[in-house]
């Protein structure tokens, strides 16, 4: 099993970045894609981005391209997701998560492992 810890959120302006950590431990999250999902008050979790297991190939969500960045340092056991140019649109608890699958996925029900999650406000 792995556990998944994120920090990083808080409150930012409109245009603004912030920078979220997923510190992994318990096993080494080469083992795992990795990806990170939001939910906005009254609405359903929903993927932003994901990597897959070897080899730095990423996939995001349209609402989020050329603005956020997921990335992960194996040496640390840590995920990044790099966001930039921050909307209002993009308030929400952001969550790690792993998953067992050989190849990266959007879908949340192919990860078995979360984080309790991190809080992004953005204000206008």
């Known amino acids: 099993q792995v556990q998944l810890v994120e920090s990083g959120g808080g409150l930012v302006q409109a245009g603004g970045s912030l920078s979220l950590s997923c510190v992994a431990s318990g096993r080494t999250v080469i083992n795992y894609v990795v990806g990170w999902f939001r939910q906005a008050p009254g609405k359903e979790r929903e993927f932003v981005a994901t990597m897959r297991r070897i080899g730095m190939i990423s996939d995001y969500t349209d609402a989020v391209k050329g603005r956020f960045t997921i990335s992960r340092d194996n040496n640390k056991n840590t995920v990044y997701l790099q966001m930039n140019n921050l909307r209002p649109e993009d308030t929400a608890v952001y969550y790690c998560?792993?998953?067992?699958?050989?190849?990266?996925?959007?879908?949340?029900?192919?990860?078995?492992?979360w984080g309790q999650g991190t809080q992004v406000t953005v204000s206008s």
């Open positions: 998560a792993a998953s067992g699958n050989f190849m990266a996925t959007r879908d949340l029900r192919d990860y078995s492992y």
